[in-house]
């Protein structure tokens, strides 16, 4: 019994420490692709195109944009003046980005 136990537990500690490594994998990620395509139009989670629509938190809650799937529609459809990345990044690129994006915003990053 002692050794199912430590055995799960075992198991357990290996999952859930893959899984922090990978979620600081995907910010990481989600910085450079972010840096590469976005900054241009959004240095420092600002809007250099329609100022109002920033990165920062209170804006991406006022435009219904403050969760990972709502960042990740926008990046990959696009809309108004902000081209769709869908073609050009991958899925798992574009929800590194939006990974990114949501944690810099809620964290006051910007």
């Not at 055995?7 to 990481?28: G, H, K, P, Q, R």
């Not at 840096?35 to 920062?56: D, F, M, R």
């Not at 990044?89 to 910007?110: F, G, M, P």
Request: proline content about 2%; overall charge negative.
């Amino acid at each position: 019994m002692k050794s199912l136990l430590f055995l799960v537990s075992s198991f357990l500690v290996v999952c859930f420490t893959n899984f922090s490594i990978a979620l600081a994998i995907d910010l990481e990620q989600g910085q450079a692709l972010f840096s590469q395509n976005c900054a241009a139009c959004h240095l420092g989670g600002n809007n250099t195109i329609v100022p109002e629509k920033t990165l920062k938190i209170e804006a991406l809650e006022a435009n219904s944009k403050a969760d990972i799937q709502a960042i990740v529609t926008q990046v990959t459809q696009g809309n108004g003046a902000m081209p769709a990345f869908g073609g050009r990044l991958s899925d798992d690129e574009i929800k590194d980005i939006a990974a990114y994006v949501l944690d810099q915003a809620k964290s006051n990053s910007w």
